[in-house]
């Protein structure tokens, strides 16, 4: 199994412009988090969804922010406009039925580091 | 709302030294499950173990340990014989599988302990 995927690795734009993160999460895990890592706030969970179905946006830090998946296998987070305080590394994660509560822990992609200038 | 709290900002020590990081966790769920993870340099997340509430005993694996103890809701990682591999971020998270829509929530993460093994 390749893991969770996420692309781009590195992202570099220019404020105001739109930014779309990717996510390809282990084949046959129902659930699918993005996470953000920053200095300040740390590692926070921004949405998750379970079986295609977002769950809960309540970390989405503003309406900038926004999250889909089409389908089991891909996810996408978007900012629009993007923003230098969106600066973060990105983590998408999967995990199969029943997450941390089955016990079979959650995956981390490697993360995507975007930068806003 | 849970909490977890890795008091320890960075810690450096000397190779071959043995290390403990701190974990101490809230939660009012009596179902709920910790986990560590890793961060080496390079930034990716890496799986080291999880715990569920139901179970207090302690893990080995290899150099690492981990002792759990419900009364006084800590959860700590203990690296023996630290090598220089073992430099990383280390993160404790807390998830209570609250099941809401069905399935577990995700994690609560700790602010991590910045572990320098020094040669």
């Known amino acids: 199994d390749a893991g969770v995927i996420q692309s781009p690795r590195h992202e570099v734009t220019e404020m105001g412009q739109e930014v779309t993160l990717r996510c390809k999460p282990i084949?046959?895990?129902?659930?699918l988090f993005w996470y953000r890592q920053t200095m300040m706030r740390g590692l926070e969970l921004l949405i998750y969804?379970?079986?295609?179905?977002?769950?809960?946006d309540s970390g989405m830090p503003e309406d900038r922010f926004s999250a889909k998946m089409p389908n089991a296998s891909f996810s996408t987070l978007k900012i629009q406009p993007s923003e230098p305080r969106d600066s973060a590394v990105y983590f998408c994660?999967?995990?199969?039925?029943?997450?941390?509560?089955?016990?079979?822990?959650?995956?981390f992609g490697s993360g995507t580091r975007l930068t806003v200038v | 709302a849970q909490k977890v709290t890795q008091a320890q900002t960075e810690i450096s020590v000397v190779e071959k030294e043995d290390v403990t990081l701190d974990c101490v966790y809230e939660?009012?769920?009596?179902?709920?499950?910790l986990f560590w993870y890793k961060q080496p340099p390079s930034g990716e997340l890496v799986f080291l173990i999880r715990?569920?509430?139901?179970?207090?005993q302690n893990e080995i694996s290899g150099r690492y340990s981990w002792n759990f103890q419900k009364s006084t809701s800590s959860f700590n990682f203990t690296i023996t014989a630290s090598q220089v591999v073992d430099s990383a971020v280390y993160f404790c998270?807390?998830?209570?599988?609250?099941?809401?829509?069905?399935?577990?929530?995700?994690?609560?993460f700790g602010k991590g302990t910045h572990l320098i093994i020094q040669p």
């Open positions: 994660a999967s995990s199969p039925i029943g997450g941390g509560a089955a016990g079979y822990g959650y995956t």
């Open positions: 084949s046959g895990h129902d659930y």
């Open positions: 969804f379970n079986n295609n179905v977002p769950i809960d």
């Open positions: 939660t009012r769920d009596t179902t709920y499950y």
């Open positions: 715990r569920n509430s139901f179970d207090e």
């Open positions: 998270a807390l998830s209570e599988a609250t099941y809401s829509g069905g399935g577990a929530d995700g994690l609560t």
